[in-house]
């Protein structure tokens, strides 16, 4: 998988339906970051993720990267970062919105946290990155 458009292509594939969670989050600079930091983050550099809007979406409901691109912009148009995961359905059917709350307030914990490494990060053209800390 290169594309966002792959994750949804194997999110449909699958034996049970899934339902996508996805945080988008925002780059901002650290109340506690150096002289130097700031410099670098002024110039687009560096700088830490926090989520901004989080969503769960049946893939269905989402065309394409393209399409979830241009509905992002009305929420959150500085978003840097989108943060996917998936939760598989059970019996034939999807996971319900309700069912999908808790995962995701977990989830936007874990981005404020740093903790991302289980998560899928795409950034803006819809490739998929490895973010490492640090």
Known sequence: MEHFDD??????????PQRL??????AEC???ATPAEREAFARGEGGALAPAVCVDKL?????SFAA????????VPDWRILFVAA?????????NP?????PLRMMVEQV???????????????????????
Do not use: C, N, W, Y
């Open 21 to 26: 969670l996805l945080v988008f989050a925002r």
């Open 68 to 75: 979830l691109l241009e509905e992002s912009k009305a929420a």
């Open 7 to 16: 994750i949804l292509a194997a999110a449909r594939g699958q034996t049970e």
């Open 98 to 102: 309700d069912e999908a709350v808790q």
């Open 59 to 63: 893939p269905e409901e989402i065309a």
């Open 112 to 134: 404020k946290g740093g903790r991302i490494a289980q998560f899928l990060a795409v950034d803006r053209e819809g490739q998929l990155v490895s973010l490492a800390r640090g």
């Open 87 to 95: 939760m598989d359905g059970r019996g034939g059917h999807a996971p």
């Open 30 to 32: 650290p109340p506690d």
